[in-house]
């Protein structure tokens, strides 16, 4: 049982490269998400998905992109890496289908831009 | 708007000692609370969840209940564990119908054999 997959682990960019920074999930999730973990502030919502063909923006989602052509992917873009971009990103998916269901994580992208 | 405010850390116990880490939320609303655990390089796990007031989550010998007048949900744990070291989050559900998670930043927890 997978879960959620995230690839690559680590990645290092040079400033304004873009890169995708892949999410698979095997639960038949309806709900994704991409977070981004910075020390002292927690998790914030960059976008999400309620469901294959629909995304929206969450609380920082400029200098992103995001796309749900399956239920399964949902790839998160880098248009034009920024130092400030510097990050652990963490994709998470939720049931639509249960009320109050958890996100479910996966372990993690360490982003470097220089 | 809403948010999620827990102890800054880091806090360091020695083995078997009480733990008590403090959340607070604002939210218009009453959101399902939940406390997460991220282990070194790993994704966030749920550790347990309260989906209404009074309500009692648990789970590894932690607790936490939903407290509706002081808006607080406090993680506690009567004897910790050197493999209990990790960083703890305190997050609400969205309670508009939506899907939106708001996390606080996150109690590093250490550990001493």
């Known amino acids: 049982n997978a879960g959620v997959t995230q690839t690559p682990k680590f990645q290092v960019l040079k400033t304004g490269q873009s890169m995708t920074l892949q999410c698979a999930q095997d639960?038949?999730?309806?709900?994704m998400s991409w977070y981004r973990q910075d020390p002292g502030m927690g998790l914030r919502l960059i976008h999400y998905?309620?469901?294959?063909?629909?995304?929206d923006q969450g609380e920082v989602p400029n200098g992103y992109n995001v796309s749900r052509s399956t239920t399964e992917d949902f790839p998160l873009r880098l248009l034009s890496a920024a130092p400030s971009q510097t990050s652990v990103y963490f994709c998470?998916?939720?049931?639509?289908?249960?009320?109050?269901?958890?996100?479910?994580f996966g372990n993690g992208t360490r982003l470097t831009v220089t | 708007g809403d948010s999620v405010t827990q102890m800054e850390g880091p806090v360091t116990l020695s083995e078997e000692a009480c733990l008590t880490i403090?959340?607070?939320?604002?939210?218009?609303?009453?959101?399902?609370l939940f406390w997460y655990v991220q282990y070194p390089g790993e994704g966030l796990q749920l550790l347990l969840k309260?989906?209404?007031?009074?309500d009692k989550g648990s789970n590894k010998g932690f607790e936490a209940t939903y407290r509706k007048e002081t808006t607080s949900f406090h993680l506690e744990k009567g004897s910790v564990q050197v493999s209990d070291s990790a960083v703890y989050f305190c997050?609400?559900?969205?309670?508009?119908?939506?899907?939106?998670?708001?996390f606080g930043a996150g109690t590093r927890l250490f550990v001493k054999a």
């Open positions: 998905s309620v469901g294959a063909g629909i995304t």
């Open positions: 998470a998916s939720s049931s639509a289908g249960q009320k109050n269901s958890p996100l479910h």
């Open positions: 309260a989906t209404k007031a009074d």
């Open positions: 639960m038949n999730h309806e709900y």
């Open positions: 403090n959340c607070t939320y604002t939210a218009t609303g009453y959101p399902s």
């Open positions: 997050a609400q559900g969205d309670n508009t119908g939506g899907f939106k998670t708001i």
